[in-house]
């Protein structure tokens, strides 16, 4: 098995890739397309958009929020490198998995009463749930007619892949909620459900440059294969911070997961695991489901779900599951013939995402 | 002004054409793609949306629910034929168009807070609001993977329509919703909401199937122009029916529109009109808007404002301006060139749209 370079997410040794600036390009390339691609939509719902991508603040006034890390956009002008094209060729397809990745927001942080996102209040606490429902679908909206405004065979087949990923996030998201009311998931469904989730988006986010710059579907399907497994990576290693993250990176709250009661891997690998630990925690978590006082637990009382957790091998095997599947994407970019530093920066970003803090 | 032919539904005696049996050509041919289409969905999406559409009851038993009027799907079959290709190549349009009309009937339900569509419990009443948005969600993602699969140049012209069409109908829904907290609207601004609203997806259903038959664009605007217009007129006729309508025909409570504080066409008339019914109509408004009574008004209270409405001309205004976007639609067909059948279809079924009562 092998083991995740411990660079730090700005170099990345075993590269030489800069990650910062790799990521920096993505955000820099795709972001003046996709805020005029928020300008388009009527008021107010242009207003709610600049505020949910941190643009302007719950005033209205100018902002330089987070904007989150922007993985998708980089991965997607990679993407189209990999087929030889410029990576201008690629900014549609970073900006529509954009529109596509924060429409799934909108409505998971309403779906799940997420209060907060990127250190700020999200949208439906800000605006309302209307505004939620009604910007999301006009983002989604906005994701195909920024491709498909193109006019292109290409831009017809990207469209109908990202259709695709959209309708496997939305199975996932499905998946999740239902979850969230089961005693039990098993390891398998969990990661089907991640798959769904984060991985069909990733695989999307790094097929669809190719595509658009003329790559046939053979080409386009692997490079899915490695973000597909980039995603499983990601979502892994977002479980982790789920439980264990600082709040002060994440901007989420502490053992946010577990508030939630998700049944992220960490979780379902504890309980799927046996032993006292595991035995005690699906006790613990049993009787959770059932009380009526767990939106008033402690601190405490949570640390104790996460210290259970850790000791019946959660945490280790979550861990190791996010280094596997980097393995295995990393293996799928051997079967496309690319640009060595296209191929060197893709194998960076599949680093950072295993070693990130938030 | 050309008088609307007063013959009943079943047979449209200035045409002949028989629009029972037109629509359920409409209805019967599409059906089976578009269930095909709901059965790929992920449980329990699948329940819901077979909920939804009326396919079953809220235990799951087999149902044969009220589907709705089926006037797009007609509108798509008919647009094929215009084009002069067979029906059945409308038929992927006709899905299509009928899971973005249900995609935006699933989210606007909810943010409505409407608790009754077609004589039975709303999704969000039944399934509750994360399924809801989820299934609408996917029911949008599916629209577009109906085209695209077809993987013609064609199918990516009639998905980039369908895909403006829905980024104004999610325009329409967010002026719909600002206009309901705005004291006063002009006759204007609800007309513009209504183009969006209802004007637009009804536009597409009449030229997707002609550009998946190859139509050219020209043909297609065309085409559109006169479905833009049928929707004016048919969003008339539903503000008639949101206000007047028999219970027992619309499906909706009585008074719908009025007990939602809607902006709908008839009020704005009657506020625009002046005169002493006007003017008392603008008072008790304003004193509702304000009023924490409001949703314990009684028969009679809704009533009084109905009988103000219809006093300040607000009944007869929006009677006349169906008429009027009836006029401006057929006129649009006398440029295009099509079967003569097929154009005495189109008529049929813009007179029945004004004439309908439900």
């Given at each position: 098995m092998p083991t995740v370079p411990s660079?730090?997410?700005?170099?990345?040794?075993?590269?030489?890739?800069?990650i910062v600036a790799l990521l920096e390009r993505g955000r820099t390339m795709s972001t003046p397309v996709l805020r005029a691609a928020v300008d388009r939509l009527a008021p107010p719902m242009n207003t709610v958009a600049a505020y949910h991508f941190g643009w302007i603040d719950a005033q209205g006034r100018p902002a330089d929020g987070?904007?989150?890390?922007a993985v998708r956009p980089a991965l997607a002008l990679l993407s189209a490198e990999a087929a030889?094209?410029?990576?201008?060729?690629?900014i549609p397809g970073a900006v529509a998995v954009e529109l596509v990745h924060n429409f799934s927001l909108l409505h998971d942080d309403l779906m799940d009463g997420d209060e907060q996102r990127r250190h700020r209040d999200t949208v439906w606490k800000v605006h309302g749930p209307a505004q939620a429902i009604l910007v999301g679908d006009a983002l989604f909206a906005l994701a195909g007619e920024v491709l498909l405004e193109l006019g292109t065979v290409e831009a017809g087949r990207a469209t109908r892949r990202l259709t695709t990923a959209t309708r496997k996030l939305i199975d996932g998201q499905a998946q999740d909620i239902s979850y969230e009311h089961r005693e039990r998931v098993t390891v398998e469904e969990c990661l089907e459900m991640e798959g769904n989730k984060t991985g069909a988006l990733l695989a999307c986010a790094v097929s669809i440059g190719a595509v658009l710059g003329g790559a046939d579907d053979r080409t386009a399907d692997t490079l899915e294969a490695y973000g597909y497994h980039l995603g499983l990576a990601f979502q892994a290693v977002d479980d982790l911070l789920g439980i264990w993250g600082d709040p002060e990176s994440t901007g989420k709250q502490t053992w946010s997961d577990l508030r939630q009661r998700k049944k992220s891997l960490p979780v379902v690998a504890a309980l799927a695991a046996g032993g006292p630990a595991s035995k005690r925690l699906g006790e613990l978590l049993a009787a959770d489901a059932k009380s009526n006082d767990f939106d008033s637990f402690s601190e405490e009382e949570f640390a104790t779900r996460a210290a259970l957790i850790e000791e019946a091998g959660g945490r280790e095997w979550t861990s190791q599951e996010a280094r596997r599947q980097h393995a295995v994407a990393i293996e799928a970019l051997d079967r496309v013939d690319m640009p060595g530093q296209v191929r060197a920066q893709l194998v960076a970003l599949a680093d950072f995402v295993v070693v990130r803090k938030r």
């Open positions: 660079a730090s997410p700005a170099d990345d040794t075993a590269t030489g890739v800069d987070d904007g989150g890390k030889g094209a410029a990576p201008e060729v690629g």
